[in-house]
């Protein structure tokens, strides 16, 4: 589609709100990454009263984890959700996650991928920029660790597992520059402090939301008997942000209190993937991705962050090299 413009994303952020989809989740598990807070806690809250069976939520932070733990419970009535601990910014968080989910699931149906921070401030963690680590790295580890789990619940209960990824309307407004893609390694290049100039940075966290979009669609190339969702929830009242410098922090909460969704609202996209089961259109619309991700050069950039991404995880994590062989599938 064409770059949406200002009169169009304020279309959109003043719409009616539909409901919030539902469905009986009896005898399925869901795995919710950041839940503790924003519209991770919201969604847990509308996931909690569709009765999984299991239902893992995940924090950074034990003690604030559990105080949410406490509070969905209270809210719902619902007692068998269980806290897991995971840092996206910390590979060895997520392979330990992930082998903790290796062991203990019995199967996992649905997987939604809440990743997000923003910053315009350059911050290295492990050899990569902060926001790109927890954004984009972190959860493609994730996701391709628990691409055999989700395929022996495909396999042995015959349904269609899912995964969910958290993106953002902020991608139709960035793309992946020329000397980024032509580099020997795009996410090297994007994670060098050199590049990462103040200029860079101001749109860092557009760049991790449009890696997340390609992700996604390279993900569901290489993957079968998975649906692979992104999904945008619009502008909503949140954390995100929060650890902004002040002048960006503000301008954003300036247009939180102009256009914003609701933090509850928000969190109903998470549900959104649940109305394709259910043979219906009242509240998801498929719409067309940016320009940039359907271009040539977003072809360019799909498969070759892929191919960079694969490469990392197996260099970090011997496992993810097993999964690519055995599991994906050539595009």
Not at 16 to 45: C, H, Q, R, W, Y
Not at 68 to 87: F, H, N, P, V
Not at 180 to 205: F, G, N, W
């Amino acid at each position: 589609m064409a770059p949406r413009t200002h009169e169009q994303w304020v279309a959109d952020q003043t719409r009616p709100m539909p409901a919030v989809v539902t469905a009986d989740l009896s005898g399925k598990t869901l795995v919710l990454i950041g839940a503790n807070t924003g519209l991770g806690f919201e969604a847990a809250k509308h996931f909690a009263r569709m009765n999984p069976a299991r239902l893992v939520l995940t924090a950074r932070d034990e003690a604030k984890g559990k105080k949410a733990l406490a509070q969905i419970q209270a809210d719902t009535g619902y007692s068998k959700a269980e806290l897991w601990i995971i840092d996206l910014a910390k590979f060895s968080s997520v392979i330990a996650f992930a082998d903790k989910a290796e062991r203990e699931l019995e199967r996992l149906d649905i997987l939604v991928e809440n990743a997000g921070i923003m910053t315009s401030v350059y911050e290295q963690v492990e050899g990569w920029e902060k926001t790109m680590h927890t954004n984009n790295l972190g959860p493609g580890l994730l996701a391709i660790r628990m691409i055999p789990k989700m395929l022996e619940t495909a396999r042995k209960h015959l349904v269609t597992p899912r995964l969910v990824v958290v993106a953002s309307d902020v991608h139709y407004w960035t793309k992946i520059e020329k000397d980024a893609i032509a580099s020997p390694s795009i996410l090297e290049r994007l994670s060098d402090k050199e590049y990462c100039t103040k200029e860079v940075m101001d749109h860092r966290y557009h760049d991790s939301k449009l890696l997340n979009i390609l992700f996604a669609r390279a993900l569901q190339l290489h993957v079968t008997a998975i649906t692979v969702n992104s999904v945008t929830p619009g502008l909503c009242f949140s954390g995100l942000g929060s650890d902004a410098p002040a002048e960006q922090a503000e301008r954003l909460q300036t247009r939180r209190q102009e256009y914003a969704f609701t933090t509850e609202e928000g969190s109903r996209w998470f549900t959104a993937p649940l109305d394709l089961w259910m043979t219906r259109t009242s509240f998801v619309a498929i719409v067309e991705e940016s320009d940039f991700v359907i271009s040539k050069d977003g072809k360019i950039v799909q498969d070759k962050v892929w191919d960079e991404m694969l490469e990392i995880f197996g260099r970090i994590d011997p496992k993810v090299s097993k999964v690519a062989k055995t599991y994906l599938t050539k595009a």
